[in-house]
């Protein structure tokens, strides 16, 4: 027997019930605002210029509605092209040239509302 087929003899090939209807249940506004809170609050926002502490500090007006679109886009599998859309900036490394692409690295800058 191949080291694969060890491995794939031991994985449970069914959810159970219990993992299904968790997995199926509805998003919670508290559930989106848990992962919100996950995120690291001093990195730049996208191009929307909204940062994390914008949507923790506003989620009591926006996070019913935001949560409803999430759930609309798990059901539908369509996202808006406008929330993972991004801002690619160079970032100089420590040393070399600046006149040398080489010695910049791209970083992309996403809407906090993807990253949620």
């Known amino acids: 027997m191949f080291k694969q087929d060890i491995v794939w003899s031991r994985i449970q090939h069914r959810v159970s019930i219990q993992l299904s209807e968790c997995l199926l249940k509805p998003l919670s506004p508290q559930e989106t605002l848990k992962v919100a809170k996950t995120l690291a609050k001093d990195v730049c926002p996208g191009l929307d210029g909204l940062g994390v502490q914008w949507y923790i500090k506003y989620w009591d007006l926006i ?47 996403l809407n906090v509302i993807y990253k949620i």
């Not at 801002?87 to 692409?101: A, T, V």
Request: hydrophobic share 30%.
């Open 63 to 109: 996070g019913e509605g935001l949560t409803k679109a999430y759930q609309q886009i798990l059901d539908s599998g369509n996202m808006p092209q406008d929330w993972n859309e991004g801002l690619i900036y160079m970032i100089p490394k420590s040393s070399g040239h600046l006149e040398e692409l080489q010695n910049w690295r791209p970083i992309t800058l």
